[in-house]
């Protein structure tokens, strides 16, 4: 107890030096004021205190203006009220103001010790659970910071399969080399210039990346046939869009991109397929895929035709909004100029060493007339 400093506040000097004893008969250390004022002068040189002893009538500052001024600026400091009033209001008034507890005079020395021993019990309490409270945010906040560190880790790893998913697409289907990776970047640049949060970008980016991931399950027979598909053969490659939402949505994190490769083949006006979804019920990322896709499906070569021109795509996807595709998102996509998508496409080819040019000796294949 002996490193427990005391303010004794009052303006009756024999008061003070009674109280001032009693402390230091129970081994506090004190310092007296005479004043409210001299009392917060005192607090605001910087001297420590860990409790202060106010009366509550006095000329200079009385001890509600002390306690309001010190629990404003020192509020781990416990202010107890000392008052010859026998008003319970004042006391009252005193506790709605932030004082720990008060004593009324006369009071006994043992009653002063009681009373002070509480309020620094009560002093130290706090402390310790601030710390403790200080102590477990900064804890929470390194575990956080872990798991999220591992969660992006995760992630990381997460789309290095995923990025190889799709090299293993574009090796059973040479045509479209390179393609799933400009889709992606053109599918991401609408997304930002819709102003899509990046949690619903990366989602974007990875169904985009996978919409054919389900071309996996199709036999290389249909896949890669030179003529015509029978109806049934149609009817199998159609299936491409189902086989990778049931591959993808057994994976917990692709759950949302999943959705987007089921529609990735759906109209706005609900002529496409599987389901014939319409408007709206198309997901948000189906729909931006499906100007991407067009996009770099019509500015690419093929050696059955040669590559058209982004401001030839742009008025196709023009033509098409409120049909093949959602009018909102064609209006933003529109806002873009054919340069800077002529860009975009050079960096990720660049960036991937992908060719812009035919891929020979591939054909045209039935299914690929079919799915442009």
Sequence with gaps: MANDR??????????????????????????QAASGAEALAILESGEEFD??????????????ALLEKSKERFPDVPVVMVTA??????????????AYDYLLKPFEREQLLATVRRALEHRRLKRENDAYRTNLEALVAARTRQLNGALDELKRSYDITLEAFGDTLE?????????TRRVTAFAIAIAHKMGLSKDETDTIARGAFLHDIGKLAIPDEILKKPGKLTAKETDIMREHAYSGYKILSKI?????????????QECYDGTGYPRQLKGDQ???????FSIADTLDAMTSDRVYRPAQTFEAAQKEIRRCSGTQFDPAVVEVFL??????????????????DVSSKPVPPVPKTAASGALE
């Design 85 to 98: 009033v026998h008003d319970l209001s004042v006391a009252l008034q005193a506790l709605r103001n932030g």
């Design 282 to 288: 198309i997901p948000l990322g189906a729909r931006i």
């Design 252 to 264: 917990p994190f692709l759950t949302n991109a999943a959705e987007i490769v089921y529609a990735h």
């Design 6 to 31: 005391i303010l004794v506040v009052d303006d009756e000097e024999t008061i003070r030096e009674i109280v001032s004893s009693m402390l230091s008969g129970a081994n506090f250390q004190s310092r």
């Design 51 to 64: 409790l202060v002893l106010s009366d509550l009538m006095m000329a200079e500052m009385d001890g509600i």
């Design 171 to 179: 090796l059973k289907d040479a045509e479209t080399l390179g393609h």
């Design 335 to 352: 806002e873009m100029p054919a340069s800077f998508w002529m860009d975009l496409r050079e960096s990720v080819n660049a960036a991937n």
